[in-house]
């Protein structure tokens, strides 16, 4: 077993998050399916626009967050999780004036087949 | 995007901990590269001795579990994560007294390569 603590990870600051990407634990790419990272977004900020191939399944671990698509905004609040599309542009907003959003996120390339998180 | 909540999902009790199969989400086998689940364990309760093929990184969402593998146990708090290899027998324990240990697993059959997490 290993244990991954956010505590003693780096994290990095880009633009108004921070970021921790799983490659600073060196599990081997022939471990896990997916990538990974941790991120923070600070009370009353917004990470930048994002949009890319890979899926994303994301775990909100503290605070509430605001994910917008398009022109919708759905809360997802601690212990709840959201799946992005493949190109599924978003912005996640923290809305709370004390609480930073922690979330665990893994991504990953479209599978053969090419299914839909909507599906 | 899809969300996730865990209000609004199926727990089933096993033994002295409830399981949340992401099966029930019905989200396709050919969108996730890997199977997952919700599970708790109560407080002062613990799960059976579990081990299986499939490699497990497990995201503790709330309170703290304490990892037993072996002869050894390992605390993991709540935003923190645990990743077992295949075959690494494990069973999850909440000392607390009130606190629900709630955790987020996903899971999968080793890779080609054969890497394992301890690398």
């Known amino acids: 077993m290993r244990t991954f603590e956010t505590a003693r990870t ?3 600051q880009i ?8 490659e600073q634990y060196r599990i081997g790419e022939d471990v896990m399916p997916f ?9 009353g900020g917004s ?9 994303e399944l994301s775990i ?7 994910v917008e698509i398009g022109d ?3 809360e997802v ?14 912005i996640i907003h923290n809305r709370t004036a004390d609480q930073p959003v922690l ?10 087949g090419g299914g839909s998180a909507e599906s």
């Open 47 to 55: 990470s930048a626009r994002d949009c890319h191939p890979e899926l």
């Open 35 to 43: 990538g990974a990272m941790w991120y923070t977004v600070p009370p």
């Open 15 to 22: 633009g108004p998050i921070t970021v921790a990407r799983w």
């Open 72 to 74: 919708t905004i759905t």
């Open 60 to 66: 909100v671990l503290t605070g509430t967050a605001h």
């Open 10 to 12: 780096d994290f990095e």
């Open 103 to 112: 979330i665990f996120s893994g991504y990953w390339m479209p599978l053969a």
């Open 77 to 90: 609040g601690a212990g709840n999780a959201f799946l992005l599309n493949s190109e599924e542009a978003h």
